[in-house]
Structures are given as C-alpha cells and as structure tokens.
C-alpha cells in the first residue's frame, strides 16, 4: 500500500542552472527516479534570474502537475537552498 500524508504537497524546485534543470527538470533523465522516491507531484522550472520569480507562472506550473482532484490551497513553504551532486568516478 502506498502512505498518502494528511496533507498532500506539491513539490516545485526552480533553478537558473541547466545542469539541475537537465536532471530532474520535465524531460530529465532522473525525473522518473525523484518522482519514485518523494512520491509527491514534482516538477522544476527554469527560470533565469531566480530574484524576479513570476507568481502566475509558479502557480501554474505547480497546477500543471496536479493529480485529478486536487487543488491548491496555501504555500507551505519557500526556501533557497543548494543542492551538491557527489558522484563516484570509475
């Protein structure tokens, strides 16, 4: 069975860097990966300068990712953060 938490988020991660938006971004070769293990509706969005974020376009690429049914209510939260990629070179 799949655990769906009380309250459903959706997930969505902006970046101006074309290497995080070419993994886990719409045609990313992890997105499938990332989908799988936060089973929550994620996206990213690529934006340019990441200091003049539009709120129409956030909310409606956070809508285009909405399983049937769903709605959204409030922003729960919002945070710049950096992500490092360690990786094992053979």
């Known amino acids: ?7 459903p988020i959706v997930i969505l991660a902006i970046t101006d860097l074309d290497s995080y938006y070419n993994i886990a971004g ?11 293990t936060i089973k929550q509706p994620f996206t990213v969005m690529k934006q340019s300068t990441i200091n003049n974020i539009n709120l129409v376009d956030i909310m409606q690429c956070a809508k285009s990712i909405l399983p049937d049914g769903w709605e959204l209510t409030t922003e729960v939260i919002r945070d710049t953060v950096s992500v490092s990629i360690i990786m094992n070179i053979c």
């Open 26 to 36: 719409p045609h990313g070769n992890y997105l499938n990966f990332i989908q799988s």
């Open 1 to 7: 069975a799949e655990l769906i938490p009380e309250n």
